[in-house]
């Protein structure tokens, strides 16, 4: 069955510390790979999506994603966190860019 | 570029009245989709549009509901005789006709059925 989990549903980091969200994914062929963010009260955004090529992508806002095929994952990362990067975070995967399947999504809370 | 505007925010109402949503896109984007999101989970896809037409609907999507796009701009979701489990964030994207272009996401309706 195509799924996608992220493992932890919240994940507290202090502010300036590196930060790793992860995302594994079952699906039947190599899919199309997309982190979201989602703020309170505003509408999800795109950081980052992965279609073929390079398999380190970059993102929007310093964030990158490295895409690994042997452990079907599409993990997180960016180097030093900031206190406006609280939000939730959500990984999806497809063969589209609009019919995708999402993870549940991990809150990531920053301490001051 | 004002972003993609829904209306109301929240909408509260009782078991078996009907609603309706309200969606704008980006004035460029040709195409609109409409998801669901309850809390703890990623959205789920219900519909798209290219321009006026309905290219894709989810199979889960039941005939209560109901989406329209007349003349290629605002969309309008319409929720018949709601129920309960119809309670969630509705939410409207756009991008424009390109294979894979990015999403534009609304920041959502929510609704609360009692």
């Known amino acids: 069955a195509q799924s996608v989990t992220q493992p932890d549903i919240h994940i507290t980091v202090s502010e300036g510390a590196s930060l790793e969200l992860r995302c594994n994914y079952s699906y039947g062929a190599t899919p199309y790979l997309f982190w979201y963010v989602q703020s309170p009260g505003q509408g999800l955004q795109l950081l980052l999506k992965?279609?073929?090529?390079d398999t380190l992508v970059q993102g929007i806002k310093g964030f990158e994603a490295e895409f690994k095929r042997s452990q079907s994952s599409f993990n997180l990362r960016k180097p030093s966190v900031h206190w406006s990067d609280a939000a939730e975070y959500f990984c999806a995967v497809g063969n589209s860019n609009y019919q995708l399947i999402w993870g549940a999504g991990t809150k990531l809370i920053i301490k001051p | 570029d004002t972003g993609v505007s829904q209306n109301p925010r929240h909408k509260i109402t009782k078991r078996g009245q009907n609603v309706t949503f309200r969606c704008d896109p980006i004035?460029?984007?040709?195409?609109l989709y409409w998801y669901r999101q309850t809390l703890g989970q990623g959205p789920e896809f219900l519909t798209y549009f290219q321009n006026e037409a309905q290219l894709e609907k989810s199979r889960l999507l039941s005939d209560r509901f109901s989406a329209e796009r007349p003349k290629g701009s605002f969309s309008t979701l319409e929720i018949q005789r709601t129920e309960q489990g119809d309670s969630a964030m509705y939410l409207c994207?756009?991008?424009?006709?390109?294979?894979?272009?990015?999403?534009?996401f609304g920041s959502g309706t929510q609704l609360s059925v009692l």
């Open positions: 004035s460029e984007h040709n195409r």
């Open positions: 992965y279609f073929s090529g």
């Open positions: 994207a756009s991008s424009l006709a390109h294979a894979n272009e990015k999403l534009f």
